[in-house]
């Protein structure tokens, strides 16, 4: 059964958050986990980042050994899925390496007022999607504590990948009670294997908005 959307505080009000998760070289067209045209949603994000007081961001942040890596597991390959301790897991290639150029942020991201940068999946035997909650559902990040202290009750999603971390994100924007949305055509996704309408289908059914750059940037 969909949950009722609450209402969202607009872009200008302190009552807003923009969180803008994981827009870093490796998951540029030319990265080690690309996003087919996921640099086109960058100069997006500086217009929107200029409407928003508080600006926070993501990076993905691993290990060279993750567990994530299908590098680290004999005979897999990307994309393949394994069972781990805490539930699936779908491998990747190698990517967001601690210190690496992949991991950077977009050199072209302008967001200089940004208070806050949570770096996720620092623990090499546990994944994050989430800029909330790590995929073991149990290790927060103290984003929502953040959040609450500063009077913000809204978050508005976007970024890279639309159908893991940015709908993972958004999923556990509502979870901890925040008025969510995802601004579309500021996120690119993987679509793996029918990823895409899967997380639509179950931010839809969270009461998670779905809104566009035109709709915050009158």
């Known amino acids: 059964m969909s949950q009722a959307a609450p209402s969202l505080a607009p872009p200008a009000s302190p009552r807003a958050a923009l969180l803008v998760i994981d827009v870093q070289n490796d998951f540029m067209p030319s990265g080690r986990l690309p ?8 100069p997006l994000i500086n217009r929107l980042g200029a409407r928003f007081a508080n ?3 993501t990076q993905d942040w691993h290990p060279a050994d993750h567990v994530s890596f299908a590098s680290r ?11 781990l301790p805490y539930g699936p897991q779908t491998l990747w290639p190698d990517h967001c390496v601690q210190g690496s150029e992949g991991a950077a942020l977009h050199a072209e991201l302008e967001l200089p007022h ?3 940068l949570i770096r996720k999946g620092g623990d090499r035997e546990i994944d ?9 559902r149990r290790t927060r990040t103290g984003l929502a ?10 978050v508005y999603c976007c970024g890279l990948a639309l159908d893991f971390c940015v709908a993972w994100s958004a999923l556990d924007a509502r979870a901890d009670g925040f008025a969510t949305a995802v601004i579309a055509d500021a996120c690119r996704a993987i679509d793996l294997d029918g990823s895409l309408a899967g ?3 179950w931010m839809d059914q969270a009461g998670v908005h779905r809104v566009t750059a ?5």
């Open 35 to 42: 996003v087919a045209d996921g640099d086109a949603v960058v």
């Open 128 to 136: 994050s999607y989430s800029a909330f909650v790590e995929a073991d």
């Open 55 to 57: 600006v926070l961001l």
């Open 73 to 83: 597991h004999a005979g897999r390959r990307p994309f393949e899925q394994i069972a």
């Open 114 to 116: 940004a208070r806050l």
């Open 145 to 154: 504590g953040y959040l609450r202290e500063r009077g913000i009750d809204t």
């Open 214 to 218: 035109a709709e915050l940037l009158r």
């Open 199 to 201: 997380a639509w289908q």
